[in-house]
């Protein structure tokens, strides 16, 4: 029970993290907090995420790529020029590290407007870091796994976050349905999206890039939004104000 409680917890505590703070917040800046909390989701997102911590920075660069680039070569993760999620993983942890370490040139586009905390993100991306929180995570099992094949679960805890990149990107530019024809291959692939946090609502999410609830019909669920409005009416963060254009739907939504 401790091992399974375990793993959804750091499961679902990254995977807010990710698309609460990395991508919501870093990527598209859909709300404003002030610097206490800004600092304070930053060192969350580092323990949530442990060993596979992802530079905010990074991240947002990244992601702002996706969106221009969605589904073409120059995508940084799309799974239609790859032949499967583990190559299109590899080639955005290439394309991840050059941008980290700065050996490439952002384009002015996708540069700026993000949190950056650099003590963070030294410790975050150092060996010392990545294995201390893998040897956590294996002395944990060991201390309370009841089954060997409870073990099979420790590679996904050493690299969650790209897990939850792999699933994503994979599965929401190649399974689902459409709502909106956004002249690229998103789609939704949940209807009620708990295993990704919403996140699976890609095609919505292609259309509307500042909509902070990424369900649209009503009977899509996000579960990340209540949480999102609770925090804006307990002012600890603050939404912005979005205008959005009404988008038409296909005729088969």
């Known amino acids: 029970m401790a091992i399974l409680i375990f793993f959804l917890v750091h499961w679902y505590l990254s995977l807010f993290v990710q698309t609460f703070f990395l991508h919501r917040y870093a990527a598209h800046k859909m709300f404003t907090m002030n610097p206490f909390w800004e600092k304070a989701f930053y060192l969350l997102t580092y323990i949530a995420q442990g060993s596979s911590f992802l530079s905010p920075r990074a991240y947002a660069i990244l992601h702002r790529m996706h969106h221009a680039f969605s589904d073409t070569e120059r995508d940084p993760h799309s799974p239609h020029f790859s032949n499967n999620a583990f190559t299109m993983m590899w080639k955005t942890k290439e394309i991840y590290n050059n941008v980290l370490n700065n050996r490439v040139e952002t384009e002015r586009r996708f540069d700026g407007n993000y949190p950056v905390w650099n003590f963070i993100e030294k410790v975050g991306d150092s060996y010392f870091s990545r294995i201390g929180w893998g040897v956590a995570y294996v002395l944990f099992y060991i201390a309370f796994a009841t089954q060997w094949w409870m073990f099979l679960l ?3 805890h050493f690299l969650m976050g790209p897990v939850h990149g792999a699933i994503v990107n994979w599965s929401g530019h190649k399974y689902g349905y459409q709502n909106f024809d956004n002249n ?3 789609r939704n692939s949940l209807f009620f999206d708990f295993l990704t946090g919403g996140e699976l609502f890609q095609n919505n999410h292609h259309k509307l890039p500042n909509r902070v609830n990424f369900g649209v019909k009503w009977w899509e669920f996000d579960p990340t939004w209540p949480v999102i409005w609770t925090l804006d009416k307990l002012s600890i963060i603050k939404l912005k104000p ?12």
């Not at 979005?242 to 939504?253: G, H, I, R, S």
Request: aromatic share 0%.
């Open 154 to 156: 420790l590679p996904i």
């Open 184 to 186: 690229d291959k998103s």
């Open 242 to 253: 979005v205008k959005v254009k009404t988008a038409k739907a296909t005729a088969n939504a």
